[in-house]
């Protein structure tokens, strides 16, 4: 009873709003169906009043809270003062303690009375403080409740005014004293859940988070407010995955406010928290959202924050077990960013067996078989016919997921090479200079684990060498140091050779290109082994190249080291 009259009295008039927009009709009122209302008078409904007036008046009133925080700090600080030297004089005055000279006890007692007449004054101008403060939030309270409660007519429901923002506000703070006191308070009010997941989904919160700038300053943390509620719920049902991405609404704007703890908390949960089961219902949301006609940042932020962090950590969990298949011990972190050679893939196989191995048996990771059909027929492709047109954002972050999957399970996924390496070919046109270089990481990824025509290989290997441009440096990187140590285990000697060669002429013909030149040493010295047999081709170059790269005053320290 005391939840509904908590509901009733704090949130009757959000939730009211939120009710009638679901009922667009009735939103309208019986007389003024022909008659949408303007951009204005929607803001206002929601308490956001974007009147030059109102604004100057929320600055007058956010400069007030400004210098109220100030003059507050610096009463903390003379209160420390006047403790500090009290304690100065306390002890040289008392009796039985050091011998001071009569001078010191005097210097001591004034130097207190000092700091109590500044403690003094500072308390005096915190006071005014508050109440110039307090008149100002009064006026505007008076003032923009009367330009938003007359014009609200027939069934349509009242605006947010400053009295019900205020009363949300409050209502905020009870719920959080009673879930702070009370572990069980969630649990047992199902109705108080079910209103702030309204809230925190409303077009009203949505719009005063977009227009925090027109609001009283006072009311700036709702939706922080409502996050943390939504993480508290989380916490004690971790079975409704749908919370989850209701969070992600959050980052689909900036925001001046800091929601770091909801990024964090969201990619600790499906790394740490979630069971196997409640991880596949993340991919099967995942899955729908990807579907349907929802907005592609929100299926951005969901493989950003959900997806791969979750993947990654299962992965690597299994990875942590020892390897019984070959004897090779597990090496550590992400493949994608190692710097690799011919030893790390003999420990990367040893890595995969183990992966494999556990996706086979469907019960430690959360990938199985249905998961990656569903993956690469649903997600890359509809059907397995037509490549879904995705904008460059979502296309990255799928090649990521692809990287992924070709990096740890790539046994398991044989039966659908031919689907893979057509979605990152397609990319590799990609006009978007991100889009373009990671479709070469997946590539690359995918060359290291398939058998692939060397015709592919070469035309692949001789773009990476070309593309030295600063913008793509660490992407080009990383994929070089995928292919280049499959290379020998993918070429056949003669097409080997052909790569070396291609190397070679590239530094003959744009050797007066610094950052090629470099971009190509560079190369070369991450990947000894690779190039040691062919040196021939390179040590004449070599020579040349130190008066490039080294010698001119301005070179940079990287060259320099090189």
Not at 32 to 41: L, N, W
Not at 203 to 210: E, N, V
Not at 495 to 510: G, L, P, R, S, V
Request: hydrophobic share 35%.
């Amino acid at each position: 009873e005391c939840s509904v009259v908590l509901l009733n009295v704090c949130f009757e008039r959000p939730l009211a709003i939120i009710r009638s927009e679901k009922t667009p009709a009735a939103s309208q009122g019986k007389g003024s169906s022909s008659s949408p209302r303007s951009a204005a008078e929607i803001l206002s409904i929601h308490g956001i009043n974007i009147d030059t007036t109102s604004s100057s008046q929320r600055q007058k009133e956010f400069a007030l809270r400004q210098e109220l925080e100030m003059k507050q700090k610096k009463l903390q600080m003379m209160q420390q003062e006047e403790v500090r030297t009290k304690g100065i004089y306390d002890n040289a005055a008392a009796p039985g303690g050091l011998v001071e000279s009569q001078a010191t006890i005097q210097e001591s007692k004034r130097q207190y009375h000092v700091a109590q007449q500044a403690r003094e004054k500072a308390q005096k101008e915190v006071n005014d403080a508050k109440q110039l403060y307090a008149n100002e939030i009064s006026k505007t309270s008076k003032q923009l409740g009367k330009s938003t409660d007359g014009g609200a007519t027939g069934e349509s429901p009242r605006s947010m005014n400053t009295v019900a923002l205020e009363l949300q506000h409050q209502g905020f703070k009870l719920v959080e004293t009673l879930i702070s006191n009370d572990p069980g308070y969630l649990q047992n009010h199902n109705d108080v859940v079910r209103a702030f997941r309204w809230l925190w989904r409303s077009k009203g919160r949505h719009l005063r988070l977009l227009h925090e700038e027109s609001m009283p300053p006072r009311y700036h943390n709702e939706s922080k407010i409502l996050a943390n509620f939504l993480v508290n719920y989380s916490e004690a049902y971790a079975n409704d995955v749908d919370v989850l991405f209701d969070l992600l609404r959050i980052f689909l704007q900036p925001t001046a406010t800091d929601f770091s703890f909801v990024k964090t908390f969201l990619q600790k949960t499906v790394s740490e928290v979630l069971s196997v089961d409640q991880k596949r219902h993340v991919m099967a949301r995942f899955f729908a959202l990807l579907a349907s006609e929802g907005t592609e940042e929100t299926k951005v932020l969901s493989i950003q924050l959900l997806v791969l962090p979750m993947l990654q950590s299962d992965f690597e969990k299994i990875i942590s077990k020892p390897c019984h298949d070959d004897g090779q011990p597990p090496s550590k972190g992400s493949w994608i960013n190692e710097r690799s050679s011919s030893e790390d893939y003999r420990n990367l196989t040893g890595r995969r067996k183990n992966v494999t191995k556990a996706v086979g048996e469907t019960k430690d990771v959360v990938v199985d078989e249905k998961i990656i059909r569903k993956f690469v027929k649903d997600a890359l492709f509809r059907g397995g016919q037509n490549s879904r047109h995705y904008g460059d954002r979502l296309n990255v972050e799928l090649l990521k997921l692809s990287s992924i999957l070709l990096e740890y399970i790539w046994a398991n996924m044989i039966d659908h090479r031919k689907d893979l390496i057509k979605f990152a070919w397609n990319l590799l046109k990609s006009e978007d200079v991100n889009t373009k270089h990671w479709a070469y990481v997946n590539v690359s990824s995918f060359v290291s684990v398939f058998e692939t025509p060397a015709k592919i290989i070469l035309q692949v290997y001789v773009a990476l060498l070309r593309a030295h441009q600063q913008d793509s440096k660490e992407l080009v990187r990383s994929a070089l140091d995928i292919l280049l140590p499959a290379l020998p285990r993918r070429l056949q000697t003669e097409d080997f050779q052909k790569a070396m060669k291609y190397t070679n002429k590239i530094i003959y013909e744009e050797g007066n290109s610094v950052p090629q030149l470099a971009h190509i040493w560079q190369t070369i010295t991450r990947h000894p082994s690779i190039f040691f047999f062919h040196r021939h081709h390179f040590v004449p170059h070599m020579v040349n190249s130190l008066n490039k790269l080294g010698l001119p005053p301005n070179s940079p320290q990287e060259n320099r080291d090189l």
